[in-house]
């Protein structure tokens, strides 16, 4: 199994510019989550989704977006990319009901 | 938002020192992971604990969960260069709705040959 993968691994953006980042997971989990993790500030939760078709914001969810068509992935865009979402991204798994999240090896976005 | 709080923000020590960090809010978990974070990675799971005053050992390190649920504490012995990394802390509210995560700060251990 390859757990938790995340595309790309690294991308740099001019502000204004869209791009996806797409996550997946092969453990059959129900619920995915969107997280950023910024110097000093630990992880900070985006958007997560309980199961196919259904998401919810979390704490920082200005300027994305998220999709859940399929189970096994979690799509977090960014319409028009600034500046202060210049962060490491992570994709986290988990089953229903169960505490430990899995997370995927992180995309590192600059915005310039 | 809970305030969460980790100390020491950053810790360098030598091998075979021991050293604590600690996860501290003024709200109640119902229980509280622990994870590590090593550079270029994403954070993994050493421990959940959930019951008040709750120690678990994972070979050289000991979590305590606070009596009142609202700190926990992880103590290293003898740290060796391997324990290198972030250690993040992550309670969970016994109200969130779809396990809403949240993090501290994290506490960034460097342990030197």
């Known amino acids: 199994n390859a757990g938790v993968t995340q595309t790309p691994k690294f991308r740099v953006l001019k502000t204004g510019q869209s791009m996806t980042l797409l996550c997946a997971q092969d453990?059959?989990?129900?619920?995915m989550y969107w997280y950023r993790q910024d110097p000093g500030m630990g992880l900070r939760l985006i958007h997560y989704?309980?199961?196919?078709?259904?998401?919810a914001k979390g704490e920082v969810p200005d300027g994305y977006n998220v999709s859940r068509l399929k189970k096994q992935n979690f799509l977090l865009g960014l319409e028009s990319a600034a500046p202060s979402q210049t962060s490491v991204y992570f994709c986290?798994?988990?089953?229903?009901?169960?505490?430990?999240?899995?997370f995927g090896p992180g995309t590192r976005l600059t915005v310039l | 938002t809970q305030l969460l709080e980790q100390s020491p923000q950053f810790l360098s020590i030598q091998e075979g020192e021991n050293l604590t960090v600690y996860c501290n809010s003024s709200?109640?978990?119902?229980?509280l992971q622990w994870y590590r974070q090593e550079p270029g990675e994403g954070p993994v799971l050493l421990v959940t604990?959930?019951?008040?005053?709750e120690v678990k050992k994972l070979k050289r390190l000991t979590f305590q969960f606070g009596d009142a649920r609202k700190d926990s504490s992880l103590h290293i012995t003898a740290a060796q260069p391997g324990d290198t990394g972030l250690y993040l802390c992550?309670?969970?509210?016994?109200?969130?709705?779809?396990?809403?995560?949240?993090f501290g700060p994290g506490t960034r251990l460097s342990v030197l040959p």
């Open positions: 986290a798994s988990t089953l229903a009901g169960d505490l430990e999240q899995f």
């Open positions: 453990m059959n989990h129900e619920y």
């Open positions: 989704s309980v199961g196919e078709g259904t998401t």
């Open positions: 709200s109640v978990f119902s229980s």
């Open positions: 604990v959930v019951t008040g005053g």
């Open positions: 992550a309670p969970q509210l016994a109200d969130n709705y779809g396990q809403n995560f949240v």
